[in-house]
């Protein structure tokens, strides 16, 4: 079937919460001690919220159901004498609907992203990606993209 990528809109905000409820569960589980086992963040009305908030929302509709959805800003930073001045995409948020994996939807979200970056004069597109999500990661990483630095904790309450 075809992909096809278009930028969110306000009637696809069903659709992006029900997506964004299969990230927070991606979360809640793998980091329990951060997340909400089952997040209630994004209902229908603060996905709705979130199309009209002017941040970037591309949606990967596949056989007449949105299927991915990919979050995005353009992120700017000023020279300051340590920095280079700089501008990126930024990609906030990723998900291809669970049953629809591996069909190359992800591929598709991203490379718009990249086409976007590009027309913007962006350096680099950029992310972040929690440890536990060894899928994710394996997918960035088969898309070209390289750790860039690493964060770290340590625990102090069990």
Known sequence: MEIRIRKAEKRYAGA???LLKQ????HGEG?????ERRPSKYDEKAALELVG???GILVAEEGGEIRGELIYKIMN?????FYRPRKWLYIDDLCVDEGARGRGIAHALEAE???IAAAE???AVELNCWAFNTRATAFYESAGFTRQKS???KILKK
């Not at 990230?23 to 991606?26: E, P």
């Not at 930073?77 to 004498?81: A, H, I, S, V």
Request: proline letters at 3%.
């Open 16 to 18: 992006l919460a029900r």
């Open 23 to 26: 990230v927070g569960a991606v």
């Open 31 to 35: 980091r329990p001690d951060i997340y």
């Open 53 to 55: 908030s002017g941040v």
């Open 77 to 81: 930073r000023e020279g300051d004498g």
């Open 113 to 115: 992203a990249e086409r």
């Open 121 to 123: 004069g962006c350096d």
């Open 151 to 153: 964060q770290y904790e």
